[in-house]
């Protein structure tokens, strides 16, 4: 291949409603990658620019029915996705649902009704008011909450796995931050008091604009008291006995993986504490 061909190659994230179109072949699925659209794009078919992957553009774009040749490929849902494609390439296709999702969402202007116009790749301004409107995140929280060596989990009615145990989690109010939605969260969901609430880390959350923050705490008080609407149960569970858990893609399972792979808190009258008075005795 040369060089010139290679620069017209793209790589397209094409989506049918939440499912993406792979390539299949002996090797696996693959994002399509070619010089022309793998289907046809009707003029009005609105298109979003991606950043480049290994400098190969990436555009995106949605197509409303499966075409009728669908040329060696499959639709694949977004979540599925994440086992059979690289981290970048799910990433990348995350981002572009979630933009895709921003752009059907933002075909008026909210002030005045007017038709909004693109500006630049995550931006839009009124052609009436010139309000501008740039790709908005929902952000929530997932909380792992420790008792001495167990950490709460729970079954939550919108779970997709019946048997599934998951973690307290909740979108962020207007107003309010982070840490203060944690204990509302956890207050309004399972009636704990909790304390020492650190942040673990976050994710992207596609699903279909949101993203994930992570925290642990430490349980302080209460009794368990189940949110009926959201929760159809709650316990606290130990490494040696866990219940099914959520799938590796998510942040729930990094935190419950990383409780896993946690050494046991070390027993009273341990060897450190029996150590640090040894210490002390010989100050
Ligand atoms: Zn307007």
Redesign the pocket.
């Known amino acids: 291949m040369n060089r010139d061909m290679e620069q017209e190659l793209t790589y397209w994230f094409v989506f049918i409603g939440n499912s993406i179109v792979l390539e299949c072949d002996e090797k696996g699925y693959h994002v399509p990658c070619s010089a022309e659209p793998p289907f046809q794009m009707k003029e009005w078919t609105p298109t979003q620019e991606l950043p480049p992957i290994d400098h190969i553009p990436c555009m995106a774009y949605s197509i409303s029915m499966p075409p009728s040749d669908m040329k060696g490929m499959q639709t694949i849902g977004l979540r599925e996705s994440w086992a059979l494609l690289p981290q970048a390439f799910y990433n990348a296709a995350g981002k572009a649902s979630e933009l895709l999702y921003w752009d059907s969402n933002t075909k008026y ?6 038709p ?1 116009k693109r500006t630049t790749a995550i931006s839009k301004q ?6 501008e409107v740039w790709p908005q995140v929902s952000p929530a929280i997932i909380v792992r909450i420790h008792k001495g060596d167990d950490i709460l989990l729970v079954h939550a009615k919108n779970f997709r796995r019946s048997e599934m145990y998951g973690l307290v989690a909740g979108f962020v109010e207007t107003g309010e931050t982070l840490e203060e939605c944690v204990k509302r969260e956890v207050y309004e969901e399972v009636g704990l008091e909790i304390e020492n609430i650190q942040y673990f880390g976050s994710q992207p959350w596609p699903y279909p604009c949101g993203i994930m923050i992570g925290f642990t705490a430490n349980y302080v008080g209460g009794k368990l008291r189940l949110q009926e609407e959201e929760l159809s149960n709650a316990n606290w569970f130990n490494r040696d006995n866990l219940p099914p858990i959520p799938d590796k893609m998510s942040i729930a399972r990094r935190l419950i993986d990383d409780y896993i792979a946690e050494k046991r808190p070390i027993k009273e009258n341990s060897t450190i504490n029996s150590t640090k008075l040894q210490n002390n005795e010989n100050n």
Request: overall charge positive; hydrophobic content about 25%.
């Open positions: 202007c909210g002030m005045c009704g007017a909004m009124c052609t009436n008011c010139g309000k």
